[in-house]
């Protein structure tokens, strides 16, 4: 009997761990049917944080657009707001634009304004308009645009119009003070021839002036040329000589002009002989009795020089980078003896921009100087 228990244990032990190694064996194909099903499985997706139609929208504006969540962390901003410095990483830099969308956040009130954004490295600060408004419950939007250049540009006309003001004003108040005292010396004819005199170079002096101003306000108006016409460069010089011939008469200055002959360059006749006109103007008023001012050219590969030499007073070298600016004179008390306007060289300046040129300078003060000014070259002409 004893030997046929321990026979039966045997066998029911045998049966139970076959079962037992079923079940585990059963568990883990379940187990592994189950991994691999949540694997095949795509888990369900995220609600964006930026809806997918405002996200589209901010893709493609121009202006600087920032969305930030309730954290403040900026969850979507335009290639603008990141070339402009609004944004870091994922934060907002600037103060006064957290600022605003801090009060925005706390009233829900949508605002506009105008900012002044310091900027690093000592810039000055940039001039830019901000709207902030609430974008549903947790996000807030900010647009913002650069207004800087159009800031200068008011600035500049502000400048314009104070210096117009200005040099009208001396001229003529000296037409108005010449015209009394020949009023008061009518019995004196010499007095009465003197001051008339004076009257006819002020009056011609304000000529000069409006021409210039009118001139200059032009350039600025007109876009680059977008169909240059072919341009005699020998006759740009002698057109540009003989209108201040009867002005280096009377200073005794000689001018002399050489160079390549037969240059042409592309542009607008009228621009290129003014500015010339007004680079050996300029050198005759800066140029001492006796002296000589000599116009040359030079023919490149692809563009042509018309360099204006002169051996007068020069220009400091502190000053050279501020004589294209309009009404800007290097010797204020000195050149009004000369009947300067300021604007001259400021026209030359427009000219070369407008023709895709540039204008340069070369001057030691006591010696003289040589302006450049350089132009697109006519591709068919050769050199003589």
């Known amino acids: 009997m004893a030997a046929y228990a321990g026979s039966v244990d045997g066998t029911t032990q045998a049966l139970l761990a076959a079962l037992i190694g079923a079940g585990v064996a059963g568990a883990a194909v379940f187990a592994w049917a189950l991994s691999d099903r949540l694997q095949r499985t795509p888990p369900p997706a995220e609600e964006p944080v930026v809806p997918p139609g405002i996200a589209t929208v901010l893709s493609v504006l121009r202006s600087s657009a920032v969305v930030l969540n309730e954290d403040d962390v900026v969850v979507k901003a335009s290639a603008p707001a990141y070339s402009l410095g609004l944004v870091k990483g994922h934060a907002l830099v600037s103060t006064e634009l957290a600022g605003l969308v801090e009060q925005v956040r706390r009233d829900g009130t949508i605002r506009e304004t105008e900012l002044l954004m310091s900027r690093p ?152 002989t003014a500015a010339v006109a007004n680079l050996v103007a300029n050198a005759i008023a800066y140029s001492g009795e006796g002296s000589t001012v000599l116009v040359s050219t030079k023919g490149l590969p692809e563009s042509v020089e018309i360099s204006v030499v002169d051996q007068g007073i020069g220009i400091p070298e502190d000053e050279v980078g501020r004589i294209f600016e309009r009404f800007y004179r290097v010797d204020p008390a000195r050149h009004r003896s000369t009947g300067g306007t300021g604007l001259g060289l400021s026209i030359v300046k427009h000219v070369a921009a407008t023709h895709g040129g540039d204008i340069s300078v070369w001057s030691v003060e006591g010696q003289g100087s040589t302006f450049t000014l350089t132009l697109p070259r006519r591709k068919q002409e050769t050199d003589r």
């Open 121 to 272: 490295d000592g810039l000055s600060p940039r001039h830019v308009t901000a709207r902030v408004a609430p974008l549903g419950s947790r996000l807030v939007l900010a647009l913002v645009e650069d207004r800087t250049r159009e800031r200068q540009i008011e600035a500049v006309r502000r400048d314009f119009v104070a210096n117009v003001s200005h040099e009208l004003k001396t001229p003529v108040g000296a037409i108005r003070l010449l015209a009394e005292a020949v009023h008061d010396a009518a019995g004196d004819p010499e007095a009465v021839q003197r001051f008339s005199g004076r009257m006819i170079t002020e009056s011609e002096r304000l000529t000069r002036l409006v021409q210039q101003i009118i001139e200059l306000s032009r350039l600025q108006a007109d876009a680059p040329i977008d169909t240059p016409l072919p341009v005699q460069v020998d006759e740009v010089v002698k057109t540009a000589v003989d209108t201040s011939a009867i002005d280096a008469d009377a200073a005794r200055i000689s001018v002399v002009s050489g160079g390549s002959s037969g240059l042409e360059v592309l542009g607008n006749a009228e621009q290129i």
